[in-house]
């Protein structure tokens, strides 16, 4: 099981650092879709988005950007994800169309979820996107909200988090794998993971209370590790920074989890006001 929870870039020659792809049907499951691109200067992707609707995620480097309706020439804020600053992202809508030519050496995330196209496409820029420290001590990690669930979309949830050496993130552990609102909501959800130094890993627990799932994962620079349920608490080991973009989708878009009951200890308390 474990080695089907890590998917890796499909490469065609040893130099070719080849596309990483989730779809519904290769991952088993309903909503999520990801894919990571690599495009040259001067290389163009075009697509249509079809039912689903779609978040353009500009990893590292330089882009134009278009859709049937609006084009945005010359986005793109960071060459590499470890500069820590919020990125550039296109929201897209269903039954539209994207081209996207790349100005640099580009790396692309392309989320995906089913939408209705109750919303235009826009651009969300570094300045739009929610930036949070969240945690203390060993599990404090840097958090940019890049599509919350206040913001406009109809499945998408689109999260980066950066995890620094000798840290925990999404800890303590927690779940979101029942339609059971308004205690817990039924998101799956994709981890691609890149890692500073890229010679390094990351490692990863996903596993139920019952541990009909129950797997320990080591995830290298540039894999991503599918969550179907579970809890999925993440160590980065010391030395190595980690970061990883989640994608998360369900039926209804909210995000609400449960932690696991022995480790709610951990979560911070209360603030007492006076």
Request: aromatic letters at 8%; charged letters at 30%.
């Given at each position: 099981?474990?080695?089907?929870?890590?998917?890796?870039?499909?490469?065609?020659?040893?130099?070719?650092?080849?596309?990483?792809?989730?779809?519904?049907?290769?991952?088993?499951?309903?909503?999520?879709?990801?894919?990571?691109v690599l495009l040259?200067?001067?290389?163009?992707?075009?697509?249509?988005?079809?039912?689903?609707?779609?978040?353009?995620?500009?990893?590292?480097g330089k882009a134009d950007v278009a859709t049937e309706h609006a084009t945005w020439p010359n986005i793109g804020s960071r060459m590499n994800?470890?500069?820590?600053?919020?990125?550039?992202s296109v929201y897209v809508p269903p039954?539209?169309?994207f081209g996207v030519t790349a100005l640099t050496e580009l790396q692309l995330a392309i989320c995906s979820a089913p939408g209705?196209?109750?919303f235009p496409a826009r651009v969300i820029a570094p300045e739009h996107v929610g930036v949070e420290t969240r945690g203390t001590g060993s599990m404090e990690r840097f958090i940019h909200n890049i599509l919350p669930e206040q913001a406009e979309a109809e499945s998408l949830l689109v999260v980066e988090v950066f995890t620094p050496g000798g840290h925990w993130s999404s800890y303590p552990p927690h779940k979101h794998d029942r339609d059971a609102l308004p205690d817990e909501s039924l998101l799956e959800?994709?981890?691609y993971y890149q890692i500073n130094p890229p010679h390094g890993f990351a490692v990863q627990r996903v596993y139920t209370d019952d541990e009909s799932l129950?797997?320990?994962?080591?995830?290298k620079h540039d894999q991503a590790v599918l969550v179907p349920r579970g809890y999925h608490p993440v160590s980065a080991p010391p030395g190595y920074d980690a970061y990883y973009l989640n994608v998360m989708a369900g039926p209804r878009r909210t995000w609400k989890f449960h932690v696991e009951t022995q480790h709610?200890?951990?979560?911070?308390?209360?603030?007492?006001?006076?």
């Open positions: 099981m474990a080695e089907s929870l890590i998917v890796s870039p499909q490469r065609t020659t040893d130099t070719d650092a080849g596309r990483l792809v989730i779809t519904p049907e290769s991952a088993g499951w309903e909503y999520v879709g990801f894919e990571r040259k200067p001067g290389e163009r992707l075009d697509r249509p988005t079809g039912d689903n609707e779609i978040c353009l995620v500009l990893l590292a994800v470890f500069e820590q600053t919020p990125p550039y039954q539209d169309e209705k196209g109750s959800e994709t981890y129950n797997e320990t994962l080591v995830v709610e200890w951990l979560m911070p308390k209360p603030r007492r006001m006076d």
